[in-house]
């Protein structure tokens, strides 16, 4: 029953890895579609009014796990694989919305460890597979000079980067240098007043192209599939690149490749099994997660 499954313990092992949470409503979301735990890692803990465990009811706060620190320094087997075998995890699937320039990179590093297994004899040992990762990329201009050394030295040795610059690192910083003035180009041709052309534009999307192809390698490496999507129109939202990597049959009921419809029945049974649940919990009410007490002028919002 609708009642009964709401006392339930998520049961399927699965944890969704959030990296740059922030308010953590979506890895919540998808936990509940999975019946598993949302992991949610920040730099920085939120300000309380913001984060989704002070909002869901009782039987979901439990499913919520924070890790506070830098993605860049995150040891997988120490500070992330055991909390999630404490909780029942065997699998995990990690997400990252938006990372600003080269946060989206240091998402991969983590991946990629997390892929390649621990060292031997290390301590935490294995027991949760990395299963797949969606990376939403944006901000490319926003890859600093510093930013631009830890791009440099998170993909040394991609072959494509290789390629364009011969394998000479000062060329590599000139190209990177280049590449996150201009891709900034695309976002922002629509701007009141803008002259930029639809040359620049293309250009632009060209120079976001350089960035994003070694990304995309760096996820074929460790996982068996991985492509880039248009998640949205660019009229939607000009960021709307976004990078899927697990197997080649996951990837085919993400709707690549595969028969239309494939996958729908099944996402279907969950969504109507997560929103028994979550109505249960409540009550038959809403859940509002809205961020009482800040105020948006640019959404009309009054905090209340």
């Known amino acids: ?163 364009l610059t011969g394998g000479e690192p000062g060329r590599l910083r000139e190209l990177l240098a280049l590449c996150t003035r201009c891709v900034a180009w695309r976002t922002t041709a629509g701007a009141l007043g803008s002259r930029i052309t639809a040359l620049q534009v293309r250009a632009a999307e060209l120079f976001e192209d350089v960035l994003q192809r070694p990304r995309l390698s760096a996820l074929q490496r460790v996982f068996p599939a991985a492509a880039e999507v248009l998640f949205v129109p660019k009229e939607r939202s000009p960021q709307n690149r976004c990078l899927l990597a697990g197997t080649a049959g996951g990837l085919r009921l993400a709707g690549l490749g595969g028969r239309a419809g494939d996958g729908q029945e099944e996402f279907s049974r969950a969504l109507r099994a997560a929103r028994a649940e979550l109505l249960a919990a409540t009550g038959g009410g809403p859940v509002d997660l809205r961020p009482h007490g800040f105020v948006s002028a640019k959404y009309d919002y009054d905090g209340t």
């Open 1 to 163: 029953s609708a009642a009964g499954s709401a006392q339930r313990t998520p049961g399927r092992g699965v944890a969704v890895v959030d990296v740059g949470a922030g308010n953590g409503c979506l890895a919540l979301l998808a936990a509940i579609l999975l019946d598993g735990y949302a992991v949610l890692i920040d730099h920085t803990l939120p300000p309380k009014e913001l984060r989704v465990e002070e909002k869901v009811p009782e039987p979901y706060r439990g499913r919520i796990l924070r890790i506070d620190g830098d993605v860049a320094d995150l040891d997988v087997w120490q500070d992330l694989v055991p909390l999630l075998k404490q909780h029942g995890a065997e699998q995990a699937v990690l997400v990252a919305k938006h990372l600003c320039g080269v946060g989206t990179d240091l998402a991969l590093g983590l991946v990629q460890r997390w892929r390649r297994g621990p060292a031997p004899g290390a301590a935490g040992g294995g027991g949760v597979a990395l299963v797949g990762a969606v990376l939403a990329t944006c901000c490319g201009h926003k890859i600093g000079a510093a930013d631009r050394e830890s791009f440099a030295v998170l993909h040394a040795g991609d072959a494509y980067l290789d390629g």
